[in-house]
């Protein structure tokens, strides 16, 4: 959110979710399905599944947000220093109102606190 279309800043990905898996976990990994070897998949795929579900988890619920609030636009922010990561923005521009919330697999990771600073620190940056 808030980067200018020319900007370098921009992340790409793809929306479907089986090629997404796909491009992640099987395809750098054909050597070892051609081997047979599954149960080094399965260690590969375990060893990362936290992180990749983690982002399909922020991609649901971007989604789900889309569908059911009153969002003109909605996407993630991170600042220019990477310190500021926030994993879903949902703005209205009618209302004049955001939503700001992380996205976490454990409720116990999410601190109010340091997303009130990110958000702070959001106000900052475009006012």
Not at 7 to 30: A, E
Not at 51 to 63: D, K, P, T, V
Not at 81 to 102: Q, R, V
């Amino acid at each position: 959110m808030f980067s200018k279309p020319e900007s370098r800043k921009t992340r790409w990905n793809l929306n479907d979710n089986y090629l997404r898996f796909w491009f992640r976990f099987i395809f750098p990994n054909q050597s070892v399905i051609e081997m047979g070897r599954y149960e080094l998949l399965r260690e590969f795929i375990d060893k990362d599944y936290e992180q990749y579900s983690g982002l399909i988890l922020e991609r649901y619920f971007r989604a789900k947000m889309a569908e059911e609030e009153r969002i003109t636009s909605i996407g993630s922010y991170w600042d220019a220093k990477g310190l500021n990561e926030i994993d879903l923005i949902a703005l209205n521009d009618l209302d004049k109102t955001a939503i700001i919330a992380e996205v976490k697999r454990n409720p116990k990771k999410i601190d109010l606190n340091l997303l009130q600073v990110k958000a702070d620190s959001i106000k900052k940056g475009i006012s």
